[in-house]
């Protein structure tokens, strides 16, 4: 495999320069599915390469793995800067940019995408958001309740920073997963799969969200195992990730 630091000229949608890392394969032939894999709310893009093995982990597949930086954004268009869209700029810029850089399989059934943590409810939240684009999505240790709570509009430092990002009353409307889940096309489901560590500080977001999937009856992969919120955990489920979406493409 080859890993690649790209550094964009400038993305439209966050009106700046920004990075990402891309793990290429080599000696084989395209075009190649592409794996976005979200990095946690105090990562980088360069996170996932530096805490764990997903280089060695993906060499012996036809895969592109591309790992954005999404800051602490929640991988979301914020409410009050017009140049936080970071949405926009993963589903529009970054996509545009890997298929006219690289041989891509570019449409739908060759497109996935996963992460931790805050990438982990990015990953469920624009794959069910964004069924067109994505026809699976991992998400491990996921903040998958994040979005379904109210923030108060008060002085203490979370509200300061996420009331921005969300406004006061996410729950409900575009960022709220549990709402996401309802209102997706069920003929474009992506496939889905959730795990989380039982020793985790959002395991019961993950049980709310996986139970909230069973009562909609929406098909998804649901795992509890042995661990924290580390590295540690992520390192060694992300392998579960991969597999599942090997299958999911046909690799």
């Known amino acids: 495999m080859a890993v690649c630091e790209i550094h964009l000229r400038k993305s439209d949608a966050l009106q700046k320069m920004t ?11 395209g075009p190649f599915p592409v794996f976005y894999l979200l990095h946690g709310l105090s990562d980088d893009h360069t996170a996932w390469v530096r805490r764990t093995s997903i280089e060695r982990y993906v060499e012996a597949l036809p895969l592109i793995v591309v790992m954005p930086n999404g800051e602490r954004s929640f991988y979301t268009d914020s409410k009050s800067n017009p140049t936080a869209a970071y949405e926009t700029y993963l589903v529009s810029d970054l996509i545009s940019f890997v298929d006219n850089t690289f041989q891509t399989l570019s449409n739908r059934e060759g497109r996935v995408i996963g992460g931790l943590s805050m990438g982990g409810y990015g990953a469920l939240k624009i794959a069910l958001k964004h069924p067109d684009l994505f026809c699976a999505a991992v998400s491990h240790s996921g903040a998958a ?4 709570r109210s923030f108060s ?5 979370w509200a300061r920073e996420w ?4 406004g006061e009353h996410p729950q409900g409307g575009p960022e709220d997963v549990f709402a996401l889940a309802k209102k997706v096309d069920r003929t474009m ?8 560590g039982v020793d985790d500080f959002l395991i019961e977001d993950n049980r709310r969200f996986h139970q909230h999937l069973e009562d909609l009856g929406i098909p998804h ?3 509890e195992f042995p661990g924290e919120h580390n590295w540690a955990y992520w390192d060694i489920h992300v392998q579960e990730a991969i597999a599942f ?4 493409l046909g690799l």
């Open 19 to 29: 990075s990402a890392m891309i793990i290429l394969p080599e000696g084989k032939s």
């Open 221 to 223: 992969e649901y795992e």
């Open 153 to 157: 509009n008060g002085d203490d430092e």
């Open 189 to 196: 489901l992506p496939a889905l799969r959730i795990d989380c």
């Open 163 to 166: 009331v921005p990002v969300f």
């Open 145 to 148: 309740g994040f979005a379904s």
């Open 245 to 248: 979406f090997a299958n999911v």
